[in-house]
């Protein structure tokens, strides 16, 4: 039968920032779908609560894990208009992400629009203010929070709501988060049951200060448990130091095979690359294995994952227009090209292919407005602590990609810093893909992008 093909996504939010501890967890439940809602105010928008919790670390021991008295919403129901309001704020973030990080990586490359979202979103549960006004706005959250963080839970839950047909271990996909506190730190109890109500983070206490390295280890651990090992490493040696404050961790496991799997041993043929004609296995099926359709200058395939909730979607630009193509591509013409009804059976041949990208999302966010956050004394994540001692350092994102026959896997990480600021039908039709393309696997229920990127040579 098909080997199982996994794909692992991972987002960490890592901030290190001002004193402050407290711990509530929870695994990620199912997700859920997004909707309509009303745009944030232009003004302010006040952070959670007043009040604050500290730790008794003296009884609490470090790395352990404490649940938050606010259980996870696990039945919620929210408004269909919310949900789809979130899938295309999401979809138009993906745009924005696609069109700044394709700058910076002139060939393959990929990254997770929907493990940045969740992360930055549990981040955005602490913002007040201009802060939050620019982090809604870069983000593309249109539903204001008492609203936004609720449909993200449901989408989540949807997102892992097992299907009535995933053939075992064929299919996977599950979603956890995590938040990391400094010992002795004090948080508002309003934002950490958000977090644990919204977002099922478990809380861990660490000792950042003194232990950085043992913290490092164990939210490494942490990351390569919930991603099967995939990112054994997320932050390396120097990335936490005793300025670090909080983490925030979401890690997404995927593993999907086709649901009508490509013949072993392809062949290798030509893939017209970007700059030079290039050799790679081209993978082909000897049935109908994909929906077909297409459109002015381009042409389409999905495939469809076992379980049938999942599917990767190939957009195949006409010969010699792929830069004009990828540069023209909108939220709404996006949208338009994904959600085609002109559909034909038929067959895909594909090249087989495996990359890694890394990515700096420092540039990306603040060209897209987001730039208190980095900035000492100016960021306001008083929604987290009631303090003005907390500002975003770096963002950071990795994604791996791994197609062949028998399915797909993939992984992503992403981390961001923050530090204390006390200093500044039969087949009828065969589309061969041997030209540059772009891919996303997408969520059919939800309509989720969880993962999409580019493919300019296969080989690379």
């Known amino acids: ?86 899938a295309a704020d999401n979809l138009a973030f993906g745009v924005d992400l696609h069109r700044q990080l394709g700058k910076q990586n002139s060939g393959n490359y990929i990254f997770s629009q929907t493990s940045i979202s969740l992360a930055l ?121 005793p300025d670090t404050r909080l983490v925030l961790a979401n890690a997404v496991y995927f593993h999907g095979d086709w649901l009508f799997p490509f013949k072993g041993g392809s062949p290798k043929g030509t893939f017209h690359a970007a700059t030079a004609d290039v050799s790679v296995p081209m993978m082909s099926s000897e049935q109908s294995n994909a929906s077909l359709w297409s459109g002015a200058g381009w042409n389409a395939a999905s495939l469809t994952y076992a379980g049938g909730t999942t599917s990767m979607i190939l957009l195949v630009p006409d010969a010699g227009t792929f830069t004009a193509f990828e540069q023209g591509i909108t939220a709404d013409s996006l949208t338009a090209m994904l959600s085609s009804t002109q559909v034909q059976t038929g067959m895909v041949t594909m090249p087989s292919f495996k990359f890694a990208t890394p990515s700096s999302l420092d540039t990306t966010l603040k060209a897209l407005g987001m730039t208190d956050a980095f900035t000492p004394n100016v960021a306001d994540f008083s929604g987290i602590d009631s303090g003005r001692d907390l500002s975003v350092g770096t963002v950071i994102h990795k994604a791996v990609i791994a197609v062949d026959e028998k399915g797909t896997t993939a992984a992503a990480a992403t981390g961001v810093t923050v530090g204390i600021t006390s200093v500044i039908t039969p087949p009828t039709k065969l589309l061969v893909v041997d030209r540059p393309f772009l891919f996303f696997i997408r969520h059919a229920q939800t309509g989720a992008i969880l993962f999409q990127g580019r493919v300019t040579d296969p080989t690379q």
């Open 1 to 86: 039968m098909t080997r199982s093909a996994s794909l692992a996504l991972l987002f960490v939010c890592l901030l290190p920032g001002c004193g402050n501890d407290n711990n509530s967890d929870g695994p990620k439940g199912p997700p859920v779908a997004p909707d309509a809602g009303a745009q944030p105010d232009a003004g302010s928008i006040p952070g959670p609560d007043l009040g604050q919790v500290g730790l008794d670390t003296g009884s609490a021991p470090l790395s352990s894990q404490v649940q938050s008295d606010k259980p996870r919403a696990t039945s919620s129901v929210v408004p269909a208009a919310d949900a789809s309001q979130l």
């Open 121 to 241: 979103a549990m981040l955005y549960g602490g913002a007040a203010n201009n802060t939050a006004v620019q982090m809604a706005t870069a983000l593309h959250f249109s539903l204001p929070p008492e609203r936004l963080h609720p449909t993200f839970d449901a989408l989540e839950l949807a997102l892992m709501a097992p299907s009535s047909d995933n053939g075992g271990k064929a299919f996977q996909l599950s979603i956890a988060n995590s938040l990391w506190v400094q010992s002795g730190a004090v948080f508002l109890p309003s934002y950490l049951d958000l977090l644990a109500q919204d977002y099922g983070a478990g809380l861990f206490i660490e000792d950042f200060v003194h232990a950085y390295e043992s913290a490092r280890g164990d939210i490494n651990t942490w990351v390569s448990d919930h991603t099967e090992q995939m990112i054994p490493e997320l932050f390396p040696v120097g990335s936490i130091t």
